[in-house]
């Protein structure tokens, strides 16, 4: 084995970020090779991935996972079942870096096993940042990791970051949105959106939940909470434009007035890339950018009465403690409702809204208490919807 390789593991790579990771990793074989593929329950997209990319393990992290038919894995790939066939790769010498791509809050898990383990992460799973922020952060430099970003708009902000010194030269960091699909839709039409609408995004392509999560605006929530733990930036100091062409995929402000933008095609490939070969920049799958064949870049403010949930986010970015464990476990109960057809669309953020209202706020919690915090907010929303 070339011991220069960067020994990958991907937790979730059946998914959206998943796929695009492997892709990314095809590009990069002379650097990187893939020791670890997680899957949750499309087991022959696990097994079709193992037989493609030969690594030296994969985790099926389901618990029907050890009855199913694993005749077809290929020769050198050692099948492992449940999260704690997780917590075993990640933890193992022979991996170097961690792509946490799990969805929701099943992700905070791997990147804390991951970090506990002295491992870098890339970091796609924003729920372990929302939920846990200061203690995923504190846990990093602790064991002296990095955590590099994976989500476009930390990707660019990260990006943009270097050109400064310390976070002290920096006025302000503004979140580009696309708005998603019922940007200029009504309060009154977003009553009537059904499953079908909102699962259609006007420009990425993503796994369920993000994409309801970009529909309510609450994906932009969740990334001001992100941002905010992972830059180490207050509450006031995190603004949200919108850009329906995803181009700009966000911004820095520093203190003598300066803008750095990052702009790319929208193609999760290329922060995927940036996150697994940093500090280095190599030959990547971007498409080159046209802006004379792009013509026109917008930019709006957003209109939070009809998108309350920017609100939320803003709030529970200062809020810190409890209020992000609380604010993720309501939303994904509520998403999960939706997309099981027994919440209606415009319910979502005022569950969240009430149940966050409604919660004993822990300030200092432990990840434990995140964990209870977690379940309660999930018991709430049941309680609400048959109330
Ligand atoms: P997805 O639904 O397409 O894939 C999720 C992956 O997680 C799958 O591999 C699935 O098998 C696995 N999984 C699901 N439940 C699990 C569980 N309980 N235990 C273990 N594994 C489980 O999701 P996605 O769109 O790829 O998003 C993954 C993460 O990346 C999310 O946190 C999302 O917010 C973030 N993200 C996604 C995008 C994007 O373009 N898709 C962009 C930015 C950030
Ligand atoms: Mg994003």
Redesign the pocket.
């Given at each position: 084995m070339n011991p220069r390789l960067v020994r990958v593991a991907v937790?979730?790579?059946?998914?959206?970020?998943?796929c695009?990771a492997l892709d990314a990793l095809s590009g990069l074989r002379e650097t990187h090779e893939l020791a670890a593929l997680?899957?949750?329950?499309?087991i022959s997209k696990l097994l079709d991935q193992a037989r493609r990319f030969r690594p030296r393990w994969i985790v099926a992290?389901?618990e029907q996972a050890a009855s199913e038919d694993w005749s077809g894995l290929p020769a050198g790939t050692e099948l492992k079942t449940g999260?704690d066939g997780?917590r075993e790769v990640v933890g193992h010498p022979e991996v170097d870096l961690v792509l946490a791509?799990?969805?929701?809050i099943?992700?905070l898990s791997g990147t804390w096993w991951a970090l506990e383990a002295g491992k870098d992460v890339a970091l796609?799973?924003?729920?372990s940042l929302v939920a846990a922020g200061p203690l995923v952060m504190g846990l990093a430099r602790e064991r002296g990791c990095q955590i590099i970003p994976?989500?476009?708009e930390h990707s660019a902000i990260f990006q943009a970051l270097r050109a400064g010194r310390s976070s002290d030269e920096v006025r302000r960091i503004i979140l580009t949105a696309s708005g998603g699909p019922f940007r200029e839709y009504t309060t009154e039409q977003m009553r009537h959106v059904s499953v079908e609408d909102a699962l259609c995004h006007p420009t990425?392509?993503?796994?369920?939940?993000?994409t309801i999560?970009s529909a309510t605006m609450m994906?932009k929530a969740?990334e001001i909470i992100e941002a905010r733990w992972l830059f180490d930036m207050p509450a006031e100091k995190i603004d949200v434009v919108i850009h329906p062409q995803s181009i700009v995929h966000s911004l820095v402000e520093f203190h003598d007035g300066s803008v750095l933008a990052q702009m790319s095609p929208p193609d999760?490939r290329l922060p995927i890339h940036y996150a697994l070969t940093y500090p280095e920049r190599m030959p990547g799958p971007g498409a080159p950018l046209d802006l004379a064949e792009q013509g026109t870049l917008e930019f709006f403010a957003p209109d939070e009465a009809r998108f309350p949930a920017l609100g939320l986010g803003r709030e529970v970015a200062a809020a810190g403690g409890s209020a992000g464990a609380i604010l993720n476990a309501a939303n994904e109960s509520a998403v999960a409702l939706f997309l099981d057809k027994k919440l209606s669309f415009h319910e979502i953020v005022p569950v969240c809204r009430s149940v966050l209202d409604h919660h004993h706020f822990e300030p200092n919690p432990s990840l434990e208490q995140l964990w209870e915090a977690d379940g309660w907010a999930r018991r709430e929303v049941t309680r609400w919807i048959t109330c």
């Open positions: 937790l979730g790579s059946t998914g959206s970020i998943g695009n997680t899957g949750h329950r499309n992290t389901d999260m997780v791509a799990i969805v929701g099943a992700g796609a799973n924003k729920e994976v989500d476009s990425w392509d993503m796994g369920a939940k993000i999560d994906n969740l999760m």
